[in-house]
């Protein structure tokens, strides 16, 4: 299994321009999560979907922020404007279904991350 | 409500002792326990996890935490430390029958450094 893809792994762009940061779960997947990480705030969940569908955004930050998921196998989180202090390492994460009859969890599965820097 | 506390921040130790990373977790529901470790620039690594099987969990690396209902801990252990396992750990809960979710609760890491 190839693991959760991200791309791109490294982006610099200029303030007020759009970024979109890209994702490929986990194959079987039903479960996708978007995290940011900085120094100050550590490890941040933005946003997940089930089944494509998003369940929880209430960890986006402001409306600049935006993320869809067109498919089981594509997710897209956007920021337009951007701006410095959205300078971050974003990761995408996937999970299966868990199965209480199988006392299966809620591990998840990290990408590598998008580095982000906004000047 | 489900919360995680890392009780040191860094640890520092030296290669071919012991390590012990500390965790104690608060949940309203039965959890679901996790420990992920993050290299230097790198993404979060699935290191072990606990679902109410055994309380003495082993993972990679010679890993292994033991669940403590009484005391709700979750200390990560490591017999003989390794230049390699120098990075940053993250001690996470999660209800394990989800509920009205199945967000991970984070802790805020614990970054292990390893002498020669």
């Known amino acids: 299994d190839a693991g959760v893809i991200q791309s791109p792994r490294h982006e610099v762009t200029e303030m007020g321009q759009e970024v979109t940061l890209r994702c490929k779960p986990i194959s079987g997947h039903d479960y996708l999560f978007w995290y940011r990480q900085t120094m100050m705030r550590g490890l941040e969940l933005l946003i997940y979907?089930?089944?494509?569908?998003?369940?929880?955004d209430s960890g986006m930050p402001e409306d600049r922020f935006s993320a869809k998921m067109p498919n089981a196998s594509f997710s897209t989180l956007k920021i337009q404007p951007s701006e410095p202090r959205d300078s971050a390492v974003y990761f995408c994460?996937?999970?299966?279904?868990?199965?209480?009859?199988?006392?299966?969890?809620?591990?998840?599965?990290f990408g590598p991350g998008t580095r982000l820097t906004v000047t | 409500a489900q919360s995680v506390t890392q009780l040191d921040s860094h640890v520092s130790v030296s290669e071919g002792t012991p390590v012990l990373l500390r965790c104690n977790y608060s949940?309203?529901?039965?959890?679901?326990l996790f420990w992920y470790v993050q290299h230097p620039n790198k993404g979060l690594q699935l290191l072990l996890k606990y679902t109410s099987a055994a309380t003495l969990v082993k993972g990679i690396n010679g890993f292994e935490a033991e669940f403590k209902k009484s005391e709700t801990s979750f200390h990560l252990t490591k017999p003989s430390a390794h230049m390699s396992d120098a990075a940053e750990y993250f001690c996470v809960v999660s209800p394990r029958w989800g509920g009205a979710t199945n967000k991970l609760i984070f802790g805020t890491g614990t970054l292990l450094a390893v002498q020669p």
């Open positions: 994460a996937s999970s299966k279904q868990p199965r209480m009859d199988r006392g299966n969890s809620y591990e998840q599965y």
């Open positions: 979907f089930n089944n494509n569908v998003p369940i929880d």
């Open positions: 949940s309203s529901y039965s959890p679901s």
